[in-house]
């Protein structure tokens, strides 16, 4: 059975689809069948995806291409018609997916009957509207299962190596900094809403105070277009601080994750690589629903300031209380009971 999975972005959807491809892969193959997986993503998010064992061809399409590289683009869609596959899952539900969906000329074409963008005119199997107040991981869950997936709980699996895991030690040595002797935390202080984000006062508080206290090293990630405002946290915070902004591809990050013993995100895709990736995650949430999009699973702590307007959903506000308010001390104590609990176990 050919299958071709539609998930173009965010790098953060992209993580939390994961558990829907192993669904897919798992339950097509109990049914005695041999599931061939496509799976088609814009740029930016592929190196999640690049050599993934549960994927047979990571299909890379440019962001916003159709006129920059049309010819590149007919190519890849003369591809997937070639494929003739059984079905096609429309995860992403936009209009830039349903293109897809019909270029692929799939007869099984899939996908929520509440799609945005008129895209379900481009589907023939609509399953009913999904509760937009479900978490996202479970509503991929549900379009997965029903296409013959796994209905077992949720598995991430990553595809970082061996390799990936030496890279990063590598980097945090070079850095000062020895996996086997020393703990480290990461800090992920950056998202694209500008409503998402905490002030760079309470990140160099609680990065300050948990690395005297715990002896535990903070990590800085972000974009290459981050370095100077991590390089700036960097040197606020002291106690040995490490800026790794624009220094990681995907699967290292996930790889860092891993090695890691937390990470303090804001609502970002690294705070969904670093649940992916088997990190415990400290996420602050303000204009989002920790309920729809937030870390997902057991150990995992979501900080809010209680404020009434949230959530809001909003990319802009002249005052985000919602993120301001969040007390620093309630970060420190989150940070505090996971590493006790790492101590025990």
Same mark, same amino acid.
């Given at each position: 059975?050919?299958?071709?999975?539609?998930?173009?972005?965010?790098? $953060?959807?992209?993580?939390?689809?994961?558990?829907?491809?192993?669904?897919?892969?798992?339950?097509?193959?109990?049914? $005695?069948?041999?599931?061939?997986?496509?799976?088609?993503?814009?740029?930016?998010?592929?190196?999640?995806?690049?050599?993934?064992?549960? #994927?047979? %061809?990571?299909?890379?399409?440019?962001? +916003?291409?159709?006129?920059?590289?049309?010819? $590149? %683009?007919?190519?890849?869609?003369?591809?997937?018609?070639?494929?003739?596959?059984?079905?096609?899952?429309?995860?992403?539900?936009?209009?830039?997916?349903?293109?897809?969906?019909?270029?692929?000329?799939? !007869?099984?074409?899939?996908?929520?009957?509440?799609? *945005?963008?008129?895209?379900?005119?481009?589907?023939?199997?609509?399953?009913?509207?999904?509760? #937009?107040?479900?978490?996202?991981?479970?509503?991929?869950?549900?379009?997965?299962?029903?296409?013959?997936?796994?209905?077992?709980?949720?598995?991430?699996?990553?595809?970082?190596?061996?390799?990936?895991?030496?890279?990063?030690?590598?980097?945090?040595? +070079?850095?000062?900094?020895?996996?086997?002797?020393?703990?480290?935390?990461?800090?992920?202080?950056?998202?694209?809403?500008?409503?998402?984000?905490? %002030?760079?006062?309470?990140?160099?508080?609680?990065?300050?105070?948990?690395?005297?206290?715990?002896?535990?090293?903070?990590?800085?990630? $972000?974009?290459?277009?981050?370095?100077?405002?991590?390089?700036?946290?960097?040197? *606020?915070?002291? %106690?040995?601080? @490490?800026?790794?902004?624009?220094?990681?591809?995907? !699967?290292?990050? =996930?790889?860092?994750? !891993?090695?890691?013993?937390?990470?303090?995100?804001?609502?970002?895709?690294?705070?969904? @690589?670093?649940?992916?990736?088997? =990190?415990?995650? @400290?996420?602050?949430?303000?204009?989002?629903?920790?309920? *729809?999009?937030?870390?997902?699973?057991?150990?995992?702590?979501?900080?809010? &300031?209680?404020? =009434?307007?949230?959530?809001?959903? !909003?990319? +802009?506000?002249?005052?985000?209380?919602?993120? &301001?308010? #969040?007390?620093?001390?309630?970060?420190?104590? =989150?940070?505090?009971?996971?590493?006790?609990?790492?101590?025990?176990?």
């Amino acid at each position: 059975m050919k299958v071709l999975i539609i998930k173009l972005s965010s790098i $953060g959807d992209v993580a939390q689809t994961l558990p829907a491809l192993y669904s897919l892969k798992k339950g097509l193959t109990e049914k $005695g069948l041999k599931p061939e997986i496509d799976w088609l993503v814009e740029e930016p998010a592929s190196g999640l995806l690049a050599g993934h064992p549960l #994927i047979d %061809n990571v299909i890379i399409v440019k962001r +916003r291409s159709w006129i920059s590289d049309f010819k $590149g %683009n007919i190519k890849i869609a003369r591809f997937l018609a070639s494929q003739r596959y059984d079905m096609v899952l429309d995860f992403q539900g936009l209009l830039k997916s349903a293109v897809w969906v019909a270029l692929s000329r799939c !007869k099984r074409r899939i996908g929520f009957s509440n799609y *945005r963008e008129k895209s379900t005119l481009f589907l023939n199997e609509l399953l009913p509207p999904y509760d #937009i107040e479900k978490h996202a991981i479970d509503r991929y869950l549900d379009l997965a299962r029903y296409a013959g997936g796994f209905t077992g709980p949720a598995v991430f699996k990553m595809n970082f190596t061996d390799d990936d895991l030496a890279s990063v030690k590598a980097i945090l040595a +070079r850095n000062g900094l020895e996996v086997k002797t020393q703990r480290f935390f990461v800090l992920a202080p950056y998202a694209r809403w500008a409503t998402k984000l905490w %002030n760079d006062e309470s990140f160099v508080a609680v990065a300050t105070d948990i690395a005297k206290r715990y002896a535990v090293t903070p990590v800085l990630i $972000g974009s290459l277009a981050d370095y100077k405002g991590t390089e700036a946290l960097k040197a *606020r915070i002291g %106690n040995g601080a @490490i800026n790794l902004a624009g220094k990681l591809d995907l !699967k290292e990050l =996930a790889a860092l994750m !891993k090695l890691s013993s937390f990470a303090v995100t804001v609502d970002s895709g690294p705070m969904h @690589i670093a649940v992916a990736g088997g =990190a415990k995650v @400290i996420a602050l949430f303000g204009p989002t629903a920790p309920h *729809r999009t937030g870390p997902y699973g057991k150990g995992n702590i979501v900080i809010q &300031a209680g404020i =009434a307007c949230s959530p809001c959903f !909003k990319r +802009r506000c002249a005052d985000p209380k919602c993120m &301001a308010e #969040i007390p620093v001390k309630d970060v420190i104590l =989150a940070a505090e009971s996971i590493l006790k609990a790492k101590n025990k176990s």
